[in-house]
């Protein structure tokens, strides 16, 4: 089993709403779930806590094998996320590692 994370700072526009942001990033990734072969688990949140260090979302996902995480990159149901999501990010990290 392979757990990715990942957690990234959002880059809203004037007037832009945080929690509105985070809203569609939480339903693009809730989206993928049952859509995508070997995503077993996505939970999405947002930081509530103000710090210099902090990011603004976390993201965590469970997946079959090291080849279904691959395979979730170039899935069409997750490039459709990536549109969605990606105009909000200003910057992120990651990591997976396997259970």
Partial sequence: MIKHIAMWKLRLAD????????????????????????LLESEAGLNFKVSSKAMDVAVYTVFTDRAALEAYHQHPVHLETRAAVDGFLEQGCMVDYEV
């Fill in 15 to 38: 007037g832009q709403d945080k929690d509105a942001a985070f809203a569609v990033i939480r339903a693009a990734l809730a989206g993928q779930v049952g859509r995508i072969p070997g």
